[in-house]
């Protein structure tokens, strides 16, 4: 079992930035792709990052150019920086992680933005 703990988000107003965090714990050792997926309000959740345990990255369109994806392997956690923040980015941001196939999920954190 892979536990996934988020942190960093909250209410942030349009153009500012946010960090977010996920640390893992538990069975951590062969740990893959880790990336951050958000669910808007009444809608499904989406992918917004990805990143490989080789660093290679992956982003939603939506975010390119201001979102940046980014892991430290030694301390089992990875990043989301959030830069020039809209509206429409609002949404709960889940952080993923696949472990030999397995996909596991943090429990959630909730960006805000607005004015």
């Known amino acids: 079992q892979v536990q996934l703990v988020e942190s960093g988000g909250g ?3 349009p ?3 946010l960090r977010l ?3 893992a714990s538990g069975s951590i050792f062969a740990i893959g792709t880790m990336g951050w ?3 808007p309000p009444g809608k499904q959740r989406e992918l917004v990052a990805t990143i490989t345990k080789r ?3 992956n982003y939603a369109d939506s ?3 201001r979102f940046t994806i980014s892991r ?3 301390k089992s956690t990875v990043y989301l920086q959030m830069n020039s923040l809209k509206p429409d980015d609002t949404a709960v941001y889940y952080c993923n992680a696949l472990r030999l196939y397995t996909p596991y999920w943090g429990q959630g954190t909730q960006v ?3 004015s």
């Open 11 to 13: 209410l942030v107003q």
């Open 15 to 17: 153009g500012g930035s």
């Open 21 to 23: 965090s996920c640390s």
């Open 37 to 39: 997926y958000r669910q």
């Open 55 to 57: 660093s290679d990255t």
């Open 63 to 65: 975010v390119k150019g």
């Open 72 to 74: 430290d392997n030694a």
């Open 112 to 114: 805000t933005v607005s």
